[in-house]
Each structure stands twice: as C-alpha cells, then as structure tokens.
C-alpha cells in the first residue's frame, strides 16, 4: 500500500499515478490499517528506508502481537469443554469433578446426614417403620444421594442410553459415599476401628449383560472398594432374567425377587481365602466387637465377616435383602456369622 503525499511536496501528481493510488486505497484501505509496501506505486516524494521497508510507526504491533500470541495460548490454554449433563460450557473446574460443571455440582443432592438410620434417607422413612414385612438380612444402608429427577436423568443416560461418560462420575460420587460410611462405622465401633473383609455387588442376568455391555453396580463396586482398601468379589449370580424392577411396586419386587440370586460357584472358597488371610495393617474391629476378641492378629472364628454389598438405588430394599440373604448362607456354609451393610449410589 502506497503512503499519502506530504503537502509540502511541490511535484504535481498525474492523473494515472492518482487513479492507481484511490484504486490501492479502496483495495488495502487507509495507511496504518493495513500495509502493503508495492514500489510500483510509490510516489518519489513517499519516504522509506533504506531496506525497503515502510517505517516502523506504520506497523499495527497490537494486530501483530494478536497474532503471534493467540496460537499461543490456545495450545496452553484450549479453550473449555462442555458439561457432561447440561451442556454449557465449564468455567472453571470443580475439584474431583471436572466433566461438570459448577452450577450442577452445587445441584447434586447430597445426603450428609441421614435421618433414618436402617435405610439412610435423609427425610421421614415409611418403610422401615412399616408393620407386617419380613426379615432384614442387612445392619444400615447408606447412599450418596437422594433419587430426585436430576438424579434420575443422569442414571438414565448411563443405565439405559449407554452414556459411559457418566459412569466416572457416578462412581467417584459413590466413593464419597463410601468414605463417609467408614468414617461412621469407625466413630460408632468400640476400639474406633472398622473394616470390611470383602465388597460385592449385585449381578445382573446374561441377557441385561448383554444388552448394556455392563453392570453398573460392579463399576460402582470397583470405586468403593479401591476406596476402602478392600477386596472386590464376585459372590453372587443373577440365573433368572426380570423385566425392570422400576416400573414395579413393592410387592411385585417382593414376589419376583423370589429365589433370583444364588451364591456364585466357589463363592465359599473364594471367600474364605480372604477372610483367613493376616490381618496385619488391617482393621479387624467390628461394632459388635471388642479389642479382646483378637489374639496375636488372628481373627477369632466366632466373629462375624462384615461384607459391602453395593448397588445403584435403594427403593424399598428388596433386591439387597435378596442378595444379604444369599450372602448369610454363603458365610454359614464356613461356619462363620455375617455383617451385610449396603452401599448406594442413590436413594430413593
């Protein structure tokens, strides 16, 4: 782009050289905006250096430096994801969670502290307060957070729509839960010690494997575990398919729960290959327990094996009692009683 001619020039333009000028004008715009140096247009008069380059004060160095540092900073930098649940954009990082963002976090309804203390629900409980139900095979039930449409929505994209991403989540999330039922069990045992000898889960049927390609309670059974510095066992099978257990009421549960879960084959053996094990560097108390019920750090026999039983929603308890059922006749065939506490990701 050519430069304007000082007023001070006395040599008179022609009409050709002014035509080429207005036309570099209206194609490079004004001096300063844009430059583009071409010697055919310069006229005699328009200063340069002796490189041939125009003068340093015609140079936009904001552009320029525009320029060199937003490729920059778009490689250290990048620019930020999107949520995993609503979609926005996330603005800053939340600790532990960083697929979210933070106004789903804050949403997240936690249960710090729970007001029934069999089943964990943070409001009134009709259901352990209910007259005329069966036996309970399980000591508490604590869950991470409580089933509202949130919740729901989340569980569907994983369980149903095959949104794996969510699954990270939903597992961290359960190992918070983990660590604070440990913390409680630990205040409310006698030494102030508490530890589980195994984690399970509650299987599925081949044909859901199949359809989904995953069991959820397993995943979230693997966050729990690594949390609680505890083995995972596989100790129990699903052998009869069930149409979804969340379009059904209580009693329909009830009734086709019924004989559904069965101990895994060598579920004994495989059990009782941990629980002999020594139990140094580990936390043999139980609640039930006192410090004098171990001698020289082996576990005395009469004690009873405390297991986590781990699953995706608490709704009326069924499907754990079902399963802490099965695990009781698993640790009677070693001659051994049980303690079955019940770990959920949510609580309905």
């Known amino acids: 782009m050519i430069m304007n001619m000082p007023h001070n020039c006395n040599e008179k333009e022609s009409p050709s050289r002014a035509r080429k000028r207005n036309w570099n004008r209206q194609c490079y715009g004004e001096v300063g905006e844009r430059f583009r140096f071409r ?61 979210i963002c933070n106004s789903c976090y804050i949403s997240i309804p936690w249960i710090a502290s729970p007001r029934c ?26 869950s991470a957070v409580s089933y509202n449409a949130m919740m729901k929505e989340w569980l569907a994209r994983y369980k149903f729509r095959g949104d794996e991403s969510l699954g990270s989540v939903l597992s961290r999330m359960t190992g918070v839960a983990a660590t604070r039922l440990i913390k409680e069990l630990r205040v409310k045992s006698a030494p102030g010690k508490f530890h589980f000898d195994a984690v399970t889960y509650v299987p599925v049927s081949e044909e859901r494997m199949l359809e989904r390609g995953f069991n959820q309670a397993r995943n979230l059974a693997e966050e729990a575990a690594a949390v609680l510095g505890s083995p995972l066992l596989d100790l129990l099978v699903r052998f009869r398919h069930t149409e979804k257990q969340s379009f059904k009421n209580r009693w329909q549960r009830l009734r086709d729960l019924q004989g559904i879960f069965r101990a895994a084959p060598g579920a004994e053996d495989l059990l009782q290959a941990f629980i002999t094990r020594p139990t140094r560097n580990r936390f043999p108390y139980s609640i039930f327990s006192s410090e004098s019920d171990y001698l020289n750090g082996e576990r005395h026999s009469s004690l009873p094996i405390r297991l986590l039983l781990i699953d995706d929603v608490y709704t009326t308890g069924s499907t754990v009692n079902t399963c802490a059922a099965v695990l009781h006749e698993v640790c009677d065939l070693l001659g051994r009683q049980a303690e079955i506490y019940i770990l959920t990701w949510a609580r309905s």
Request: with cysteine; charged share 20%.
């Open 39 to 99: 010697p055919e247009y310069r006229h005699p008069c328009e200063t340069v250096n002796e490189s041939g380059t125009p003068p340093y004060s015609l140079i936009d160095w904001s552009t320029a430096k525009e320029a060199v540092l937003s490729p920059l900073h778009n490689l250290l930098a990048p620019p930020g994801l999107p949520c995993l649940t609503c979609g926005k954009m996330i603005s800053g990082k939340v600790k532990g969670y960083p697929e």
């Open 117 to 142: 203390d069999t089943c964990g629900r943070p409001v009134g409980c009709p259901d352990c307060s209910r007259t005329g139900k069966g036996p309970r095979h399980f000591v508490l039930n604590r």
